[in-house]
Each structure stands twice: as C-alpha cells, then as structure tokens.
T-cell receptor, first 114, second 113 residues
C-alpha cells in the first residue's frame, strides 16, 4: 500500500487568501518529500521538495513545512490565485531501498473562488 | 532545453487488442524513465521505471510490460488489453542523481472497450 496520504480531498479558498494543503506519511526512511501540481488533463508538475533533515523550505509564493515528530508535511500557498486551482500531490523518495522512483499520495483538489 | 514527448494523447482500444505507448525524451542523456498510471480522481501508481537501456524495474505485476530500446525511449506494451487497463498513462523522466524532480509528459488517456 501507499505510505503517503492526505487529510483533505478538496480544499476551497477565496482568491487572495492563503492555502494550506496537508499530507501524512508513515515511512521514516524517506529522505525527500516533494509537492507536485496537476492541472486538468495534464501531467504533474514539480513545485518544491524538502530534504528530511529540514523543517521548512520556501519557494516563490510557496512554503513547505515538515514535522517529522508527527510525520506531517504541508504546502502553504500565499495569496492564492485562480491559476493555483489544481490537484496537489505529495510524494516521497526513499533512498535506502535502491528504488529510483517516487511514491505519490492520493491528491488534494484546490479550488480557488473568485 | 529538455522535452518529453508522449503519444498518442487519447486511445480507444477493444478488449484483447495489443497496446504500444511510446515516450521519448530530448535534450538530456542517461535519464531515469518512468511509466505511471492514474485512475480517475486518484493518485499516481508507478508501473515501471528504468535507470538505463534494457534495465526495467516492475512495481506491480499486471498485464503490462515496458522496454527501453534506446537511452531516451521508453515503451509501454500489452499483448492483450483488459477493461481494467483503462486509465491515464503518464511517462516521466528525471536526472539520474535527482529523482525528486520528475518531468512528466502530457499523458495518454486509454479507454478499453
């Protein structure tokens, strides 16, 4: 089964508000956690990743927080825009298995209301 | 710059027919290559990945196979399609030492009828 899952299947926010998308994981051997965005009918697009020895990483309008104590990952989007509407996936990379691929969670749909 | 091509975009095939989906990458050498499947409203399930020519790792035993005849070519095949093979198939590549940032193709929506 999957090691990565999400708390909320759908999140609706007002344009301009901040969005927080959450993800829980169970595998402590993950060395990287990643967020992807998938717009309708397209392939997923890399947003940001965070190494397991970090707590926070910031990108352009996005921040990823990692809480290893409770095995929780979140993606914060500042000043959410209509173009942010998409499905967001968290994923993990486990380096010690020799596997060279990511394990994806089931996704959260973000709907931005004008 | 690197690009990934995946075709066809949509495909309707009868049960029992063969399948061949092709994916090619340009602008990079020796990439990791992946095939994922996505059921409607669901996450991505890894089917196969490859770290080199002729090297294929299968994640889930099923009615599909993959081949990598050239460094930047990845093919997903089936001898006889099942109804359960319907889905959105995505090819992706990543730099060898950076598997966290995968670049996905536009996907193939396969409907088996």
């Amino acid at each position: 089964g999957e090691n990565v899952g999400l708390h909320l299947p759908t999140l609706s926010v007002q344009e301009g508000d901040n969005s927080i998308i959450n993800c829980a994981y169970s595998n402590s051997a993950s060395d990287y956690f990643i967020w992807y965005k998938q717009e309708s009918g397209k392939g997923p697009q890399f947003i940001i990743d965070i190494r397991s020895n970090m707590d926070k990483r910031q990108g352009q309008r996005v921040t990823v927080l990692l809480n290893k104590t409770v095995k929780h990952l979140s993606l914060q989007i500042a000043a959410t825009q209509p173009g942010d509407s998409a499905v967001y996936f968290c994923a993990e990379n486990i380096e010690d298995t020799g596997r060279r691929a990511l394990t994806f969670g089931s996704g959260t749909r973000l709907q931005v209301q004008p | 710059s690197q690009t990934i091509h995946q075709w066809p975009a949509t495909l309707v095939q009868p049960v029992g027919s063969p399948l061949s989906l092709e994916c090619t990458v340009e602008g990079t050498s020796n990439p990791n290559l992946y095939w994922y499947r996505q059921a409607a409203g669901r996450g991505l399930q890894l089917l196969f990945y490859s770290v080199g020519i002729g090297q294929i790792s299968s994640e889930v035993p099923q009615n599909l196979s993959a081949s990598r005849p050239q460094d930047r070519q990845f093919i997903l095949s089936s001898k006889k399609l099942l109804l359960s093979d319907s889905g959105f198939y995505l090819c992706a590549w990543s730099v060898r030492n950076r598997p966290t940032e995968a670049f996905f193709g536009q996907g193939t929506r396969l409907t088996v009828v």
